[in-house]
């Protein structure tokens, strides 16, 4: 079973406000939800964060429901410089530390003027 | 800081070489991750290290594949032979202790492997 289930793609314009929801049924107690975002011909760049509830930083807010089997990422009046992939993770925390991230298909956005 | 550090950034070499792909971890970090990413296969994480010992390696896609860290500064992934389908973004990625643990990673910039 996928790890996430994300969107493949989403288009939007310039101004408005995106949100893309991420399915993660099988989430364990200890997991994380986490968003990256990537450029071309980048590495991914950490967004945002959480557990539960709502987080919000200067560039997102992450929704997380009660049951905490999706999140959703809303990006406020994007711009053409949003275009990029965004992935949804969630963490699988190990015996013997760290964390084993895996990378879904992500969820290309395009915004338009 | 300036961010983890990787090497080459792009790569072309014929098959049957050896490649060897080199990266700076973020001062400070505890862990190092090695991910690939291909068209097909999206980003698929090869091997991570915590102190610079292999946690998980499971990832790696044979033995042709092999990664080292020798400090906690260091870290290479080396692939010997190579062959055309190892052709793709390679990315090295750090983090912090607590961060590794909930997922805040930091990437490098990649390296691109064209395995002719």
Same mark, same amino acid.
């Given at each position: 079973? $996928?790890?996430?289930?994300?969107?493949? #793609?989403?288009? @939007?314009? %310039?101004?408005?406000?995106?949100?893309? !929801?991420?399915?993660?049924?099988? =989430?364990?107690?200890?997991?994380?939800? !986490?968003?990256?975002?990537?450029?071309? #011909?980048?590495?991914?760049?950490?967004?945002?964060?959480?557990?539960?509830?709502?987080?919000?930083? %200067?560039?997102? @807010?992450?929704? =997380?429901?009660?049951? &905490?089997?999706? @999140?959703?990422?809303?990006?406020? &009046?994007?711009?053409?410089?949003?275009? $990029?992939?965004?992935?949804?993770?969630?963490? %699988?925390?190990?015996?013997?530390?760290?964390? +084993?991230?895996?990378?879904?298909?992500?969820?290309?956005?395009?915004?338009?003027? | 800081?300036?961010?983890?550090?990787?090497?080459?950034?792009?790569?072309?070499? *014929? /098959?049957?070489? %050896?490649?060897?792909?080199?990266? +700076?971890?973020?001062?400070?970090?505890?862990?190092?991750?090695?991910?690939?990413?291909?068209? /097909?296969?999206?980003?698929?994480?090869?091997?991570?290290?915590?102190?610079?010992?292999?946690?998980?390696?499971?990832?790696?896609? *044979?033995?042709?594949?092999? $990664?080292?860290?020798?400090?906690?500064?260091?870290?290479?992934?080396?692939?010997?032979?190579?062959?055309? &389908?190892?052709?793709?973004?390679?990315?090295? $990625?750090? @983090?912090?202790?607590?961060?590794?643990? !909930?997922?805040?990673?930091?990437?490098?910039?990649?390296?691109?492997?064209?395995?002719?």
């Amino acid at each position: 079973l $996928a790890k996430t289930t994300q969107p493949i #793609s989403m288009d @939007s314009y %310039e101004g408005q406000e995106v949100n893309i !929801t991420c399915s993660h049924n099988n =989430i364990a107690t200890n997991d994380y939800i !986490t968003w990256y975002q990537q450029f071309p #011909s980048q590495g991914p760049r950490f967004i945002i964060q959480g557990y539960k509830t709502k987080v919000t930083n %200067e560039v997102a @807010s992450l929704f =997380i429901p009660a049951d &905490r089997k999706s @999140s959703t990422l809303s990006l406020p &009046r994007v711009s053409l410089s949003d275009t $990029a992939v965004y992935y949804c993770l969630v963490g %699988e925390v190990l015996t013997g530390g760290g964390n +084993k991230l895996t990378f879904g298909t992500g969820t290309q956005l395009k915004v338009e003027l | 800081d300036a961010g983890v550090i990787q090497s080459p950034r792009h790569e072309v070499t *014929e /098959m049957g070489q %050896e490649v060897t792909l080199r990266c +700076k971890p973020i001062s400070g970090h505890d862990y190092l991750f090695w991910y690939r990413q291909t068209m /097909m296969r999206g980003l698929e994480l090869l091997i991570y290290f915590n102190n610079n010992v292999p946690i998980d390696d499971s990832g790696m896609p *044979e033995d042709r594949f092999s $990664a080292k860290m020798p400090n906690a500064s260091f870290s290479t992934l080396k692939i010997q032979p190579s062959e055309p &389908r190892d052709s793709a973004v390679y990315f090295c $990625a750090s @983090s912090s202790a607590s961060g590794g643990a !909930t997922g805040e990673l930091f990437f490098g910039e990649g390296s691109r492997l064209t395995v002719l």
